[in-house]
């Protein structure tokens, strides 16, 4: 997932620069003082996770969890495997500081995606249910990755394209692993700590207690 130093042109860095301060800023905005400690835990997960990595061509392919960490911080996402990508590039030299946005944006912003389509049915449903769909939020999110990955390569030339290509086959493996690993993981948080996949956006939480009161008025509404 990590996008190497040198192999994207000046104007796909400088895009994915402004769109990666735009997330990070709304997703500050939006860290609620609850959710910092899952805030570290994720981003500490995403560092860990995405250190066994293996090269193809100009990307390599890794674990990275960012679904997982979609539905538990929604936008906070951003700043949560920026800094991860942060220490990565910085300790270890994988990425670079050049692209640091555009890595950014690829694997944040898919993240960012699974938690809006995926975290209210998370949150409504019982434990088994909720892993099933986190497991698709899992899957989702590094198929997304995948293509946001591609699309940069592709935009910054056409001997990209077959590396493009490549990235996004050499992934197939990988979705179907996060995507049981993340179900695993909504499936004990749903257990043990399950306020951990409601929503902290008030947006997001008024939508959620609407749907709540329609289902109860729903049932409580005789047939007939």
Known sequence: MHIVDGALAPEVLIGGGVLAVAGLGLGLRKLPIDKIPATGVLSATFFVASLIHVPVGPSSVHLIMSGLAGLV?????????????????????????????????????????????????????????????????????????????????????????????????????????EGLVSAASVYLIAKVKPALLQPADPVEDFQMQAAVLRANQAEQTPNG
């Not at 698709?136 to 056409?158: K, M, R, Y």
């Open 73 to 177: 911080l929604g936008w906070t996402a951003f700043p949560a495997l920026f800094v991860g990508l942060l220490l990565q590039a910085i300790f270890f030299g994988f990425g670079g500081l050049t692209v640091l946005g555009v890595n950014t944006v690829n694997i944040a912003f898919p993240a960012v995606l699974a938690g809006l389509l995926f975290r209210g049915m998370v949150a409504r449903v019982p434990p088994v249910p909720a892993a099933v769909l986190g497991g698709v939020a899992g899957a989702f999110s590094i198929a997304l990755t995948t293509l946001f990955v591609a699309i940069s390569l592709g935009l910054s030339g056409d001997a990209f394209i077959p590396a493009a290509k490549l990235v996004f086959f050499a992934h197939i493996p990988i979705m179907i692993v």
